[in-house]
């Protein structure tokens, strides 16, 4: 008779679902999570931010969107129009040219 308790009792601890992981873990903690800041980037240009888009980026060796909203703190859109305009007067040329990233690079004299 108590080898039957034993194997019922066997059965009973297989059934019920165990920590496979040994020893019992403190709950994790939901820690805080680090905010990043809002960047303050520029939607309108003003004159010392236009004098060095066109005096600085046609010296840059990569100029991308991204390149002018980083070095300039230009918004997205405005990045996209002042490198839109820098291509119509000549001062940088396409190297690769993506529906979500065009690169541009210098222009020089050949």
Known sequence: MEKCDKAAAKKEAAAKPSNSSGGKKAKKKW???????????MVILDKPTYDRLF????????????VLVDRLKLNGSLARIAIRELEAQGLIKPVSRHHAQIIYTRATAE
């Open 31 to 41: 820690s805080a999570k680090k905010v990043k800041d809002k960047a303050n980037n």
């Open 55 to 66: 005096k600085e980026v046609p010296t840059y060796k990569l100029i991308s969107q991204s």
